[in-house]
């Protein structure tokens, strides 16, 4: 599977858009683009994901550029809840496994 | 749903002793997975079952881990002997072909 770099930190205010970016240049075309977090001391929770189509949910909406090498995941009205480290996991159709990377610790400041 | 449900969420045992960990899944998924964290390494898939049978065990550290699914509602890892270095948090996940994952609330054991 593809690797990801994600920023290891970000800061964002309470009630604003937090956008989390993510680089996936060597991603394949059969390869979606997932997003997990961890809320501390709890287990990784699944956001969302996508192929090439950007994507909402009452959660996030995840953007992917046209040429699939980068994709933001947005949180449109953050709140002190949404702290967290968010994982980008770039994963093959059919794949299983997860390999996750060190994220983004995202601080939610109110 | 209740969720993946794990037991126990904290053990703390004596280096040498074994260890059983336990995992329900959400009824109706179909894999089953065993992660490990820790401040080193981060999360690392362990293990991995679909319709109960075990898919990929590469990521077991070695011959005193081992994992069992003998249902589809119910999985153990096991640590025979343990050892201080095996201090982490085990995270057992369920999921059903083409969603994402549903982990539990994971399980910290510490070997003293």
């Known amino acids: 599977d593809a690797k990801t770099t994600q920023p290891p930190s970000m800061d964002c205010a309470e009630g604003r858009a937090a956008n989390l970016p993510c680089n996936h240049s060597?991603?394949?075309?059969?390869?979606?683009v997932y997003w997990y977090r961890q809320i501390h001391s709890q287990g990784p929770q699944y956001i969302i994901h996508?192929?090439?189509n950007n994507e909402t949910n009452e959660m996030a909406s995840l953007i992917i550029t046209e040429d699939r090498k980068s994709s933001t995941l947005i949180l449109p009205h953050a709140t002190l809840r949404d702290t967290a480290v968010y994982y980008c996991?770039?994963?093959?159709?059919?794949?299983?496994?997860?390999?996750f990377g060190q994220g983004t610790r995202l601080t939610i400041n109110p | 749903d209740a969720g993946v449900i794990q037991s126990p969420r904290h053990e703390v045992t004596e280096m040498g002793q074994e260890v059983t960990l336990r995992c329900k899944p959400i009824?109706?998924?179909?894999?089953l997975f065993w992660y490990r964290q820790t401040m080193m390494r981060g999360l690392e898939l362990l293990i991995y079952?679909?319709?109960?049978?075990?898919?990929?065990d590469s990521g077991m550290p070695e011959d005193r881990f081992s994992a069992k699914m003998p249902n589809a509602s119910f999985s153990t890892l096991k640590i025979q002997p343990s050892e201080p270095r095996d201090s982490a948090v085990y995270f057992c996940?369920?999921?059903?072909?083409?969603?994402?994952?549903?982990f539990g609330q994971g399980t910290r054991l510490t070997v003293v």
């Open positions: 996940a369920s999921s059903l072909a083409g969603t994402g994952e549903a």
């Open positions: 060597t991603i394949s075309g059969n390869e979606y």
């Open positions: 996508g192929l090439k």
């Open positions: 996991i770039v994963r093959s159709q059919g794949a299983q496994k997860l390999v």
């Open positions: 009824s109706g998924h179909n894999s």
């Open positions: 079952f679909n319709n109960n049978v075990p898919i990929d």
